[in-house]
């Protein structure tokens, strides 16, 4: 699949007559609509299921992410934009598209993604599965017995929990869950020949949407839910004829509206907006093409949607629920190999771990290094009788998290616990106050962070009393304290007893849970307080040195570039004569390549079997680089919305792992990166013939299983039996 604008000469020919010094500071078209930008990477996405490199059923896999990516930019980004243009607010952007036009465009390029996706799955996916012995079946293309083990099924694991609706003037519109699976039934009344009915029936998420066969033979055959359902109507409307029957799903709006400086409790307000997120304003309609025309304009009159709201299905309805056949299947051979994180240490006792905390610092490269590490430092500092305190900060965790198990024996073990939780995460809220409910009632002491801001550092710290007094040690990262997605995301974390560095972050949990106005830090650099002030900063020195003729680069990886001030920056640097080299996983605002403005930026992005999560950010600072990771993006909302902990590397040792290995082999990419346009289009690197090509996260594999020290990780299932022993 080609991105949409591969035309180099066309796009420098329409930039041209924008470049000049008032440009700069005026013009608009300076920036990539940040909506139009996002769509582009969930086009890279796509373009991995399209791949027939990849094994079949990881083509499955990014097949679901590219459509669960799309129902989130509906819920949260889509919807968005419609509130402002109902509401006649200006845009919240600087590329200079009304909120109508950006409507506009952005229906335009999802109407176009979502054939695209749908065409994958049809054209590319379901064949590729089919050579592999995996079979999507219509009902009508199995055997007797087939059906009469669906019929079975049916009746006794499917029918028990549907629960038919009427719509008629009895009968109101149902209120529908966001994004559960319905079926439209238009219904033949034998007694009233000339009425027709119309029903709805609601799938339980509950079941699954794929069902597989019993199969004695080598294939593999499931049918789809909702054809199984379709299928045995009859059951559920007896007496009627059914006509026409149409799966659909209606997206809603997913942004909670709370007023944090009005709220008394927050945690109670949260969960009153989440009651009322299943229910928001409706912002897409999912519906098969051949729904009947009369049906689908009752439904827009239902939801108060426009024609350019639906979104018409060739095949299922939610692909993201393809994500269980990759799941499920136990089949090696069509997925990715099997990779198992290795442990860089493997401290046996907690005065074992502390005292090489105390010698060195340890840089963990997730998913390549295993997340064991980090939970094995809350779990010592948990049972340490010489720990005081733990604090900490959770953004995201899992529903089985050893980590926050840990705080909490922590805290029945009488130490002073702390935890700063964002219950504001988006889709993780729930989970976040579960476990903050849970953490309350053992003593720990939660906190929900600042009002106004969400609480996005990556940071633990454990104090312990030593021979010498207290003394502080930490984690710092790039991602979140979950074991689940730590195997999934690259992410980056420090460990280390550095005493400035522990105090910063010492400074930083008083700041988050006291009332402290972002003081000074030694080494941490903290957003909302100081990461814009300081980036732009090193960006502009940076210009200065290179216009003095002086050695000057930027290279950088995050997941977001889209705050106009450090673009602007960027541009004036790069037309200083700086080198900056970008890899941005997803929304790019920043064209790069573009004559006289930004001809020494190059940005790629990179999608592949792992999630790019990592934020690295190197300086040349006249040849003493600078070098930092942390957890917040180059945009608006990291930069003034959110508390963000950026962390210098000190260490030598390390600063070149992170540098030589790890930031330029992800920009060295030629196999799985995306060179990313002026128009904010993409191509595919073009490979040198004379190379061996660079797959980073191959090299990455390969190195974790080169390392001397590296042994296999020993299984969760049995560290958390050990952790269950010790507690007893």
Not at 88 to 95: Q, T, W
Not at 428 to 433: G, V
Not at 484 to 496: A, N, P
């Amino acid at each position: 699949m080609e991105s949409r604008a591969d035309n180099d000469s066309e796009i420098d020919t329409k930039l041209e007559p924008t470049l000049s010094s008032r440009a700069m500071t005026d013009d608009k078209s300076l920036f990539i609509n940040r909506e139009l930008s996002w769509l582009n990477f969930n086009r890279r996405v796509l373009e991995e299921a399209m791949d027939e490199t990849n094994p079949v059923l990881e083509r499955v896999k990014f097949l679901a992410i590219a459509s669960t990516n799309l129902d989130e930019f509906f819920e949260v980004r889509v919807a968005g934009t419609m509130e402002r243009v109902h509401a006649g607010l200006p845009s919240d952007f600087i590329d200079g598209l009304s909120p109508r036009e950006e409507l506009e465009a952005v229906r335009r390029e999802a109407h176009a993604f979502h054939a695209d996706l749908h065409r994958c799955w049809l054209d590319h996916v379901l064949p590729a599965l089919a050579k592999a012995g995996i079979l999507v079946q219509p009902i009508a293309a199995l055997n007797q017995d087939q059906r009469a083990w669906l019929r079975g099924f049916f009746h006794r694991e499917v029918y028990p929990v549907l629960t038919p609706l009427a719509v008629d003037p009895a009968h109101p519109f149902p209120s529908l869950l966001n994004k559960s699976l319905n079926l439209a039934v238009v219904l033949h009344d034998a007694h009233r020949p000339n009425q027709r009915r119309v029903a709805v029936v609601q799938v339980p998420r509950v079941l699954s949407r794929l069902v597989r066969l019993p199969d004695p033979g080598s294939a593999v055959v499931f049918v789809l839910m909702a054809d199984l359902v379709k299928e045995h109507l009859d059951a559920l409307f007896p007496g009627y004829q059914v006509l026409q029957v149409s799966a659909f799903r209606v997206t809603r709006d997913a942004n909670l509206e709370v007023d944090e400086a009005e709220s008394e409790d927050l945690l109670v307000a949260i969960e009153r907006e989440l009651r009322k997120r299943r229910r928001g304003e409706p912002v897409r309609l999912e519906i098969s093409r051949d729904a009947p025309l009369d049906v689908l304009e009752r439904f827009l009159d239902a939801f108060q949607l426009e024609p350019d709201d639906v979104y018409a299905c060739d095949g299922p309805v939610n692909l993201g629920r393809m994500m269980e056949m990759f799941r499920t299947l136990d089949a090696p051979a069509l997925k990715e190999p099997i990779f198992v994180p290795r442990k860089p240490v493997h401290w046996q006792t907690p005065d074992e771990m502390f005292a090489a905390l105390r010698e060195k610092d340890f840089l963990l490269h997730h998913p390549y290094e295993s997340f064991a590490t980090v939970e094995d430092f809350i779990h010592f500092s948990a049972i340490d009788p010489r720990v005081l305190a733990i604090k900490m900060t959770i953004y995201r965790t899992g529903e089985d998290s050893t980590i926050l198990a840990d705080l909490i024996r922590a805290a029945e073990n009488r130490k002073q616990v702390t935890v700063v939780v964002e219950i504001k995460a988006r889709f993780d809220e729930e989970a976040n106050i579960r476990w903050a409910k849970r953490m309350e009632l053992a003593g720990v002491h939660v906190v929900y962070g600042i009002v106004g801001l969400k609480t996005h550092a990556k940071a633990a710290m454990a104090i312990r009393r030593e021979e010498e007094g207290l003394r502080r040690y930490c984690h710092l990262g790039t991602g979140n304290y979950n074991s689940i997605t730590s195997r999934v995301y690259t992410d980056l974390g420090l460990l280390t007893a550095r005493d400035a560095l522990c105090q910063d972050v010492a400074d930083l949990f008083n700041m988050i849970t006291g009332y402290a106005q972002g003081q000074q830090m030694r080494h941490l650099v903290v957003a909302p307080f100081a990461f814009r002030t300081k980036l732009l900063g090193w960006i502009d020195r940076e210009a200065k040195n290179a216009a003095a003729g002086k050695k000057a680069r930027i290279l950088a990886k995050m997941n977001g570039l889209a705050d106009p001030a450090v673009i602007r920056a960027l541009y004036k640097a790069s037309q200083a004569g700086v080198q900056i080299r970008l890899c941005v996983r997803g929304t790019c605002c920043l064209r790069p390549g573009v004559p006289g403005l930004s001809d020494n930026i190059r940005v790629i992005s990179i999608v592949d079997r792992f999630l790019e999560h990592s934020r690295i950010y190197y300086f040349e600072n006249e040849n003493t680089p600078e070098v930092y990771i942390g957890s917040g993006d180059w945009m608006m909302r990291n930069l003034d919305f959110r508390v963000e902990a950026i962390c210098p590397i000190e260490d030598p040792q390390i600063k070149r792992r992170v540098v030589d290995e790890i930031l330029m082999t992800s920009l060295e990419d030629d196999v799985k990166a995306r060179e990313i346009l002026p128009d904010g289009g993409f191509r595919r690197v073009v490979r040198d013939p004379a190379r061996k090509p660079v797959r980073s996260q191959a090299v990455f594999l390969e190195l974790a299983m080169q390392r001397k020290e590296a042994t296999p990780e020993k299984g969760g299932r049995r560290r958390k039996k050990k952790r269950a022993a010790e507690s007893n």
